[in-house]
């Protein structure tokens, strides 16, 4: 939803989304971490259309995001990140009890 620039798409993916998941669980500095983190991913997405434009044949120029979006959630970064902010999450919340 990040790169799409729509307001109106993010709220529509909240008003179909039965998962009962949201975002009160993260706190300030997570919204930041991972705002930046799919900034730069946006960002690469952008450029690699840009490059696939010039070098790949005419009808497979574009990005291909959901092999770049697979290999993100799957990176062994990401897993450790997740792993270090839960650690964070886990003694914020086990502290105010």
Excluded: C
């Amino acid at each position: 939803m990040y790169g799409s620039d729509s307001v109106e798409l993010a709220k529509r993916f909240l008003q179909l989304d039965h998962s009962n998941y949201g975002e009160p669980l993260l706190f300030k500095d997570d919204r930041r971490i991972i705002d930046s983190l799919v900034a730069i991913d946006v960002e690469q997405i952008k450029q690699n259309v840009i490059d696939r434009k010039r070098k790949a044949a005419e009808g497979t120029e574009g990005s291909h995001f959901l092999g770049f979006a697979l290999v993100r959630y799957q990176s062994k970064m990401l897993d450790k990140l997740v792993k270090q902010r839960f650690k964070l999450f886990w003694a914020r919340i086990s502290s105010d009890k």
